[in-house]
């Protein structure tokens, strides 16, 4: 695959944050971007890098009317030694075919992927923090272009990836959140798209979201779509619980994201001994264990964060606190490992770093 370069002229280039212990997530994007196109008849072509700009689309393009759209979430790091890795990013390369299939839009390569990727890095590696807890997000993305009205799939696509220095997701970084368990909203039920990373999952959170902030929460705890009485995910994360010395979170069903984090905290926690079961947990044994003390961790793992504890959680209209609200062992632990692993500051024994040639 030939990339054509085209890269912003250095006096137009974007100042670098100077307080990069500070930066806020997503606000702020590098000066370029990968584009490709598809078209049914004659697959991907024009694969290129260019400046950072607003994009063009006929007002009929699917994605607009019919929610064509899919992206992934991965991060880039810097190492003390000045080398730039990527964590487990075949993970999501095999995921984004997954959710393109899901969504009947056409695969891309896992090498093309990479490639593309590792191109646009080299030309923005400047943008990758140097601080420890601060990593470069790549969002790649491929929407529908096709202008056309009436539902099926489109014939034309658009995939990019931009990028963007990030800190910690949450205000509140690696401290306790609060949750809020909903009950008049879902995210979505098995046999629909909530296995696959689509827009239109995360535009069905946005209501309860809303109602959670603005009750004083943070993310919401979603209840599963049919019988509203199995956990879920936590806003746009997995979950985990640690009922006495087992750490329990629910089974892939169809409904949730397999996340690469939790499929990271899956493999740790079985390497260091810990019994991890995946199985459907209901939210009546969640509060019952909170109040017997039983639950002695609970926290959300997803690319964004890694690793958010969560302290409480509002369940019909009554607060229980995990853990006296602070951190638990575990979560603390595993939050040290994978981002040791992530910054080359642990023994990576599972292979999960790749190490860019940049």
């Known amino acids: 695959m030939e990339i054509a370069l085209q890269p912003l002229d250095p006096a137009k280039r974007r ?21 490709m196109d598809h078209k049914t008849e004659e697959g991907w072509q024009d694969p290129r890098i260019v400046p950072y700009h607003l994009l063009e689309m006929d007002p009929a393009a699917m994605v607009l009317h019919y929610g064509q759209g899919i992206f992934e979430g991965l991060k880039a ?63 790649p993305t491929m929407i529908a272009t096709e202008p056309h009205l009436g539902v099926r799939p489109a014939s034309q696509y658009l995939y990019y990836i931009i990028t963007g220095p990030v800190g910690a997701y949450y205000a509140e970084g690696f401290n306790p959140v609060k949750i809020y368990v909903s009950e008049e909203c879902v995210r979505t039920v098995r046999g629909g798209t909530g296995e696959a990373k689509t827009m239109a999952n995360y535009a069905s ?38 009922i006495g010395d087992e750490l329990v979170t629910p089974p892939l069903t169809g409904a949730i994201l397999p996340g690469v984090t939790r499929d990271s905290v899956i493999q740790l926690a079985g390497h260091w001994g810990i019994k991890v079961i995946e199985r459907k947990i209901t939210i009546d044994e969640v509060v019952e264990t909170a109040q017997s003390g039983e639950l ?60 860019l040639n940049i």
């Open 15 to 35: 100042p670098k944050p100077a307080d990069e212990k500070n930066l806020v997530f997503g606000r702020i994007f590098s000066d370029h971007m990968f584009m």
């Open 77 to 139: 790091y810097r190492w003390p030694n000045d080398r730039i890795c990527l964590f487990r990013s075949d993970r999501n390369w095999e995921r984004w075919n997954r959710s393109a299939r899901r969504m009947c839009m056409p695969e891309i390569d896992v090498e093309v992927q990479a490639r593309a990727l590792e191109e646009l890095l080299r030309l923005d590696k400047d943008w990758i923090p140097h601080y420890v807890g601060s990593s470069l997000y790549l969002r």
């Open 205 to 242: 959170s946005l209501y309860a979201a809303e109602i959670a902030k603005k009750k004083g929460f943070t993310q919401v705890l979603w209840l599963d779509g049919v019988e509203q009485r199995y956990v879920d995910e936590v806003g746009t994360s997995n979950i985990f619980f640690r």
């Open 296 to 355: 002695k961790d609970m926290f959300a793992s997803g690319t964004a964060a890694v690793i958010s504890p969560v302290g409480e959680i509002s369940y019909r209209d009554r607060m229980y606190r995990i853990a006296d609200g602070r951190v638990g062992e575990w979560a603390q632990k595993l939050y040290d490992e994978i981002l040791g692993i992530q910054y080359g500051e642990k023994e990576d024994i599972f292979g999960w770093v790749k190490q």
